[in-house]
């Protein structure tokens, strides 16, 4: 079992910056993805960013490409998502998830086995 805690969302204007954690703690050695994913009211989960545990390889949606940043704290376990040059669009809850094998596919949330409560951030205009 995987336990992740996100944090560090909250309300910043659009153009800001917002950076936010997840720290993962149980199992975590079998981790093979962590990942980022979105869902405003009334939505699907969408998937944002992704990073390989092992190799710390990067991957990003097309929306927010440019923009976030997703790394990584080996010591800590813990996975950071930088928010910058943030649009009133970016608004949703912003949840971590844990991908624990290479089945599937790390953009989609199906492929994902633990998650975290969420956060949200909210871009106002």
């Known amino acids: 079992q995987v336990q992740l805690v996100e944090s560090g969302g909250g309300l910043v204007q659009a153009g800001g910056s917002l950076t936010l954690s997840c720290a993962a703690s149980?199992?975590?050695?079998?981790?093979?993805?962590i990942g980022w994913f979105r869902q405003a009211p009334g939505k699907e989960r969408e998937f944002v960013a992704a990073?390989?545990?092992?190799?710390?390889?990067?991957y990003y949606a097309d929306s927010v490409k440019g923009r976030f940043s997703i790394s990584r704290d080996d010591a800590k376990n813990t996975v950071f998502l930088q928010m910058n040059s943030l649009k009133a669009e970016d608004t949703a809850v912003y949840y971590c998830?844990?991908?624990?094998?290479?089945?599937?596919?790390?953009?989609?949330?199906?492929?994902?086995?633990?998650w975290g409560q969420g956060t949200q951030v909210t871009v106002s205009s």
């Open positions: 990073i390989t545990w092992n190799t710390g390889t990067t």
């Open positions: 998830a844990s991908r624990q094998q290479a089945i599937g596919s790390r953009y989609r949330e199906t492929s994902y086995d633990y």
């Open positions: 149980g199992r975590t050695f079998s981790t093979y993805n």
